[in-house]
């Protein structure tokens, strides 16, 4: 089994959320709820990795993503 960072993403005009995995570029899904997009998470990676395994490609792994808030001045 393997862990990866997700990154959901409220979307407040159509409701639900968009998941990104940051270790897996380009793969994207989303929800409408945070359960649902965590769940199409973990079948949008699943089938990412076995398609990667069926091409001989590495499996990529969760480099330890760390996200901090920065504050910034508005003029």
């Given at each position: 089994?393997?862990?990866?960072?997700?990154?959901?993403?409220?979307?407040?005009?159509?409701?639900?959320?968009?998941v990104?995995?940051?270790?897996?570029?380009?793969?994207?899904?989303?929800?409408?709820?945070?359960?649902?997009a965590?769940?199409?998470?973990?079948?949008?990676?699943?089938?990412?990795?076995?398609?990667?395994?069926?091409?001989?490609?590495?499996?990529?792994?969760?480099?330890?993503?760390?996200?901090?808030?920065?504050?910034?001045?508005?003029?």
């Amino acid at each position: 089994m393997k862990r990866y960072t997700v990154v959901l993403i409220p979307e407040p005009e159509e409701g639900g959320y968009s998941v990104t995995v940051p270790a897996l570029p380009g793969l994207f899904t989303q929800g409408e709820s945070k359960d649902e997009a965590l769940q199409a998470a973990r079948e949008a990676i699943a089938f990412h990795l076995e398609c990667l395994a069926e091409e001989g490609a590495a499996i990529p792994e969760d480099d330890g993503v760390v996200f901090e808030h920065v504050d910034v001045a508005v003029a």
